[in-house]
């Protein structure tokens, strides 16, 4: 069945495309990276080469422990592309949550079963899920999967479950103009296939049927883009074109409105109404035991930890470490990584130094300009990149002086195991 609203272009972006806005930096982020020369003199030197931008924000509490924020910026500008890969699942994980709300029927919930079928040979159907608990495919066990270990099929199970037009229009609705969140993950799909989704359904848990959803076909213009990035790169049958790789049908979404986003999820009423998610109470629950659990803390699914060790999707303060990490530290975020871009959106909360910040960073780690080759310089740029940014923030935080001390009992959770 075909979606019956009508055809609207996104909004125009927030900037007038003929005077694109200047980068911004904060002279307090150059200073404290120029103290640390062996990790971030290359980064000052060739901070347009590898896009990178950092947005750091300083959080203090009142009397009443009310948080007011102070933003701190490094290179950033929304004109400056970078694909945002895995952290687009962050948003449509919390809009997921909320449109179960907005659906009125009585029953359904974020442990719903979900079945997700087909109309065209294509599309991918969902009748069961093994790697949950009882073998039911949920929203919940979906977010789940999305923030422990990233999972693409999670993400395009809640894409076709809320369909572009509902995430585009929703994100504009609360600001984010220049969002475009036009595609699967991890699927050779055409344009207009990714307009397709497929039905979807909600049963209760003896089987009835609680809401069934038809297949549906997105009409949404998106602002014509030109995004092109390298200087060349490998096409599906491995030659080389030596020109850039177009990303202007791709997903994108700036810096700054990610690391919003989070805020808004993080503290829901400390942002402007309009931006705020329709959640309950036990929405942010689930979002914040999941965004910060680490894989090894899972039961269902259970991920082996030679695979999927603990700092598997925490670039920034922990790069690639592995191995255990401690409890006292708990990052709340959503990484991605893709064609050489690397990026992570957190907020970081230590309870037992009563230490908590935001931090959001992307770099582009493809020194040779080809796209597709598989030759990124993630360990020997980017990983290191976000290590030593997240503990330079950390660290400076530590000697921070607040008058008065953060209660942050509100981000404690209780985790499988």
Known sequence: MHNSEINRQSPAPKTDQNSPPEDRTDEFLVRLMQKYPAYFNHILAFRDQLKVQVIYTQIDRDASNKPHFRDYYFHVNPDRYFYPASTVKMPVAALALQRL???????IGSGSTMITGKEFDWQLPVYNDPTSADGRPSVAQYVRKIFLVSDNDAFNRLYEF?????????????????AQIRHRLAQTLSAEQNRQ???????????NLLYLQ??????LGFTPRNDRVGNGYLDDRGSLVESPLDFSGKNRISLEDQHHILRSIMFPQDVPAAQRFKLASADYDLLYRYMSQYPSESAWPYYDSSDFWDAYGKFLFWGSEKGPLPKQIRIFNKVGDAYGFLTDIMYLADFSRHIEFMLSATIYCNSDGILNDDRYDYDSLGYPFMKNLGRVIYDYEKGRKRKYTPDLSRFRVNYDR
């Open 101 to 107: 709300h907005e659906l009125g029927k009585p029953g």
């Open 162 to 178: 809320l369909g572009p037009d509902y995430i585009n229009r929703q994100l504009w609705d609360r600001g984010y103009t220049d």
């Open 197 to 207: 989704t497929n039905p979807v359904s909600f049963l209760d848990s003896s089987g």
């Open 214 to 219: 038809p297949g549906q076909y997105s009409t």
